[in-house]
């Protein structure tokens, strides 16, 4: 059963990878990365870390995919075009990332680790459930707790100043952009000096 | 299963991230294959985590999920920005930086 389980988490995972680097469509590449985080939450169930399946599914799945879903429809997902600025860089790509995964897996093999082919100690019931983490959270990392939330409200701030409306500024780049971008993509709107339109 | 099969498998999908960083060109699809990346790198914390029987990996993978999100955060908020500025929405045209 757990061997199932892992092949079809395993498959899920992968699939969705593949998915999010293939599709031409960046709204489908959003679509495939959410099915790539529900097979990783199932695979850390078998790894017997409930809380964070769960945060897996809640805060990605829910919440951070939503702001891509967003984004997406807001910037439009148009096509790439197929000029390459490099040459044979889609050719010379996946053969880059073929030896990153041969060099990984010779460390992984080559590595003393003795335990890395078991199935890892007997754990005790509670293990990886939300008291037993929010206990190790709130002890042991309470500095790191910390950090992470001034980390997040820096976050927040951070977007709000650069996502935020600024006229003037827009003025200005909305006039300098004619020269700067000189392939208007079709079905944009043209450049104005005035800014956006609401 | 044996800690091996998670740990292939998370560099197989730590592969996949990378390549895909290499071969896109627009910037939302490149944050997508980070967060791939970031994502493998949580899988390995949480399988050597299994591996030794203890719960410490499992907070530092709540951590990099807490890193993740602003990653996000910002790199949505520039996106938008580019895009007001009405600049091509493409990591091989907005290359004025470099050198």
Redesign the interface.
């Known amino acids: 059963m ?2 199932v389980l ?1 092949f079809l988490g ?1 498959i899920g ?2 699939g969705g ?2 998915g ?2 293939a599709m031409r469509n ?1 709204l489908y ?2 679509l495939a ?1 959410i099915v ?2 529900f097979s ?1 939450a199932v ?2 169930l ?4 409930a ?2 399946a769960a ?2 599914v809640v ?2 799945a829910g ?2 995919m939503v ?2 879903v967003f ?2 429809a ?2 439009g997902g ?1 096509q ?2 197929a ?1 390459e ?1 490099i040459p044979g ?2 050719l ?3 053969l ?3 030896a ?2 041969v060099e ?2 010779i460390a ?1 093999l080559g590595s003393s ?1 003795l ?9 005790r019931p509670g ?2 459930d939300p008291a ?2 929010g206990e ?2 709130l002890e ?2 309470l500095v ?1 707790f910390e950090a ?1 939330s001034i ?2 409200l ?3 701030v ?6 935020g409306r600024r006229r003037a500024v ?1 003025g200005v ?2 006039s300098s ?1 004619e020269h ?2 000189p ?1 208007a ?1 079709s079905g ?1 709107v043209p ?1 104005t000096p005035t800014g ?1 339109p609401a | 299963m044996s800690i091996e099969w998670y740990i292939v498998l998370s560099s197989l999908l730590f592969a996949t991230g990378a390549m895909g960083i290499l071969i896109r060109r627009s910037p939302v699809v490149i944050l997508l294959c980070l967060e791939l990346m970031l994502n493998a790198g949580n899988l390995a914390l949480i399988a050597f985590s299994r591996m030794v029987g203890n719960q410490e990996g499992q907070v530092f993978a709540l951590v990099v999920m807490v890193v993740a999100a602003c990653e996000v955060v910002v790199g949505l908020g520039l996106i938008v920005a580019i895009f007001r500025r009405r600049l091509p929405l493409d990591v091989d045209e907005l290359r004025e930086l470099r050198g």
Request: no cysteine; net charge negative; charged share 15%.
């Open positions: 757990e061997e892992f395993a995972a992968l990878a593949v999010v680097i960046p590449s959003v990365l790539h985080l990783l695979l850390f078998l790894l017997s870390s809380f964070l945060a897996q805060v990605y919440a951070v702001l891509y984004v997406v807001y910037v148009d790439e075009s000029w600025p860089q889609r010379l790509a996946p880059l990332g073929i990153l995964f990984l897996a992984v680790l335990t890395l082919g078991t199935e890892g100690p007997e754990v293990f990886g037993a983490i190790l959270l042991r990392f790191a992470s980390l997040l820096l976050a927040a951070g977007a709000v100043v650069l996502a827009e780049a909305g952009s700067s971008a392939k993509r944009e450049a956006d």
